[in-house]
């Protein structure tokens, strides 16, 4: 079993359409503590930043999440160098 | 298959004509274009940009069968996305083409934003459209 208390994951971050904008960027590299790190943990780290961070995926907004262009669940588990894109539902065709 | 997201404009009786090009089993094709409206919520709209995420646009779309959508900005009667699908006769052919419209409006990665008098907004996903998309899924299967 590896330790969780010091192991770490490493993502890349891409933000898409309304929260591009929010954000203030296209998107960033971030490090997540722990070794069973999910997108939920990534959500509530980001939303501390609080902000617009803390705003736009606040209770009651509604945020999708692609981890390697596959739409995932927030239970879904996140590895190292994973692509994952935040964005609001779709609204093409 | 064809599957394409473009800046270009596109020329639906060519993209028709070379689906069924060759195949005499066609005895059914069945087309949806969506195009840009000059009006959304009550406000007049002057330009509709559409955004992608690109890499996953093309796997989201991998799946279905002949469609071009347009990024960009477009104005109002501006043609937006073409669905193509051929088969031998018209209930499978309407079919699919709801469904892939139905799929493109809920699970492909496109965002679309209007310029209007008042200033630019981000368009709102409606909540008709996940119901739709819904209609097609195992009613006991996962969301």
């Known amino acids: 079993m590896p330790d969780s208390r010091t192991s770490a994951i490493t993502v890349q971050l891409v933000y898409l359409a309304r929260l591009r904008e929010a954000f203030g960027r296209a998107g960033e590299s971030l490090t997540l503590q722990g070794a069973d790190s999910s997108v939920g943990t990534l959500l509530a780290v980001l939303r501390e930043r609080g902000g617009n961070f803390g705003l736009e995926l606040g209770a009651g907004r509604a945020v999708r999440v692609a981890v390697n262009h596959a739409l995932v669940a927030t239970d879904a588990r996140l590895g190292d160098g994973d692509e994952v894109a935040l964005f609001p539902p779709v609204t093409g065709g | ?143």
């Not at chain 2, 209930?91 to 799929?103: P, S, V």
């Open chain 2, 1 to 143: 298959m064809t599957v394409r997201v473009q800046t270009a404009d596109f020329d639906a009786g060519r993209e028709i004509a070379a689906l069924r090009a060759g195949d005499s089993r066609v005895g059914a094709v069945a087309t949806f274009i969506g195009t840009v409206r000059d009006v959304n919520d009550a406000t007049h709209v002057v330009t509709l940009t559409l955004e992608h995420y690109p890499g996953m646009t093309e796997k989201a779309l991998e799946a279905i069968v002949a469609v071009i959508h347009r990024v960009g900005t477009l104005a109002p009667t501006d043609q937006i996305v073409l669905v193509a699908v051929t088969s031998a006769h018209r209930g499978e052919a309407f079919d699919a083409c709801r469904f892939l419209m139905d799929y493109l409006k809920t699970r492909a990665p496109f965002w679309k934003k209007e310029t209007t008098p008042e200033g630019a907004r981000w368009v709102d996903a409606r909540a008709s459209d996940d119901e739709a998309a819904a209609l097609w899924e195992p009613p006991s299967g996962p969301r």
